[in-house]
């Protein structure tokens, strides 16, 4: 009886260790990476150089989760995570510094920005394989919630990163985010969960091998895998898709507030706090109500449909409408997120985990790259509604083919008890 009652708790020591980890590093990120944003798009005044800005951070993760995924298997995730945070807090301050005695380059900055992204894709994959770990048996939809919930809460801190960085600029808030990912990255090293899938993966180590075709071994094996599980390989397909979209919304619509309406950031920031506010009410709503296993399914697959519809025709409408839209968006993506990510990170073996989420995210760094740069090149000949538009129409066409042509499959894994 006392191992049942211990099994359902979900705030065990680890768990708590590692959410509020995630809220300091979270809201220190949140703050700056806006500031960067903005402060791309008045210095270039171009939406093609802010897309070249975009695309440079998500460049690296075109490679690194797979490389990563496949090492994440074999090595320790909870020392990936802190010794990255700490990395993370030293090139923060640095910038920061740089910044601060008034140099700047936008192609050092570009690199700076590769940097990041290729420590934050390889941060993801561990973040993503050693967080269900610390999950106790049958509160993965509740976890994930809380995920979702202080992603969505620490995007707080976008109104509060607008007016500082008209104040004071920059460098101060990088100083801040280095400080959070240093707080974040000592409290990690504080976690004391033991990764029994190292020494299961030991079995299958190649004798003799060279770690690079150890490598190489593993991301193949990592492959083969998704290839032959078709219901998973449904749900990454699908994913990618929606990542094309999600990369031409990212790179088009800041810029269409500020060309549109005056001091536009500002009403984006309030059209988005909607969005925020749908995805935190449904994250709570989530937290304390589970969906029935017979019901995931479809409402996965109505909610990709109706969220990439109302995406695609918001900017059309008036202020208000466009916040009642972006609320509903907000609802339907936390409902998405809990959905897929509860299903498959308890269905994956814990030792395939990393490999598993290195190719997941691979497959959507494609598409969000793509959907990047096609949206610069296609805002300079067409309207940034259109473009948005038509993208997410075909958005929700893939949600069909995909998700709805492969329900067979995908209904085994998103139906599922945890």
């Not at 910038?95 to 700076?112: C, D, E, H, Q, R």
């Not at 934050?120 to 809380?146: C, D, H, R, W």
Request: net charge neutral; hydrophobic share 50%; charged share 15%.
């Amino acid at each position: 009886m006392l191992d049942q009652k211990k099994a359902a708790r979900l705030w065990t020591r680890d768990f708590t260790i590692i959410t509020l980890g995630s809220v300091v590093s979270m809201f220190g990120n949140s703050m700056s990476g806006f500031a960067m944003s903005l402060m791309v798009l008045d210095i270039s005044d171009s939406t093609l150089l802010y897309s070249v800005y975009i695309a440079m951070f998500t460049l690296p993760q075109l490679f690194m989760p797979i490389v990563s995924g496949a090492l994440l298997d074999r090595f320790s995730r909870k020392k990936t995570i802190y010794m990255l945070d700490f990395v993370s807090a030293f090139l923060y301050i640095l910038m920061a510094a740089l910044l601060a005695a008034g140099w700047f380059s936008f192609p050092v900055f570009a690199v700076y920005c590769f940097i990041l992204g290729a420590i934050q894709s390889t941060y993801m994959v561990a973040y993503e394989s050693f967080y269900p770990l610390l999950i106790s048996e049958g509160n993965f939809q509740k976890a994930y919630s809380i995920a979702s919930v202080l992603e969505t809460l620490s995007a707080v801190m976008v109104p509060v990163s607008t007016f500082l960085y008209g104040r004071i600029g920059l460098a101060p808030l990088l100083l801040v985010n280095g400080i959070c990912f240093f707080i974040a990255a000592v409290m990690e090293t504080r976690i004391g969960a033991e990764e029994h899938y190292i020494a299961e993966q030991q079995k299958t180590k190649l004798e003799g091998g060279h770690p690079f075709r150890q490598v190489m071994a593993d991301t193949k094996e990592g492959f083969l895998y998704l290839s032959q599980e078709r219901g998973l390989l449904a749900v990454a397909a699908y994913f990618a898709f929606s990542a094309i979209c999600g990369g031409v919304s990212s790179v088009l619509v800041l810029p269409y507030f500020k060309n549109t309406f005056e001091n536009g950031e500002y009403w984006y920031m309030f059209v988005m706090a909607f969005s925020l506010a749908g995805r935190a009410i449904g994250g709570m709503i989530h937290y304390r109500m589970k969906i029935p296993a017979e019901y995931r399914y479809a409402t996965a697959l109505a909610v990709y449909v109706i969220i990439s519809l109302c995406e695609g025709v918001y900017l059309y409408f008036s202020f208000p409408v466009m916040m009642a839209l972006c609320f509903i968006i907000g609802i339907g993506g936390v409902t998405s997120y809990t959905i897929r990510i509860s299903a498959t990170q308890s269905y994956v073996p814990d030792e395939k985990k990393g490999r598993f989420n290195g190719a997941f995210n691979m497959l959507s760094t494609v598409g969000a790259l793509a959907g990047e740069f096609a949206a610069g090149l296609l805002a300079v000949k067409y309207p940034e509604r259109a473009v948005m538009l038509a993208v997410m129409l075909l958005c929700a066409v893939a949600a069909v083919i995909f998700i709805g042509g492969g329900k067979r499959h995908v209904e085994a894994i998103y139906n599922r008890s945890e």
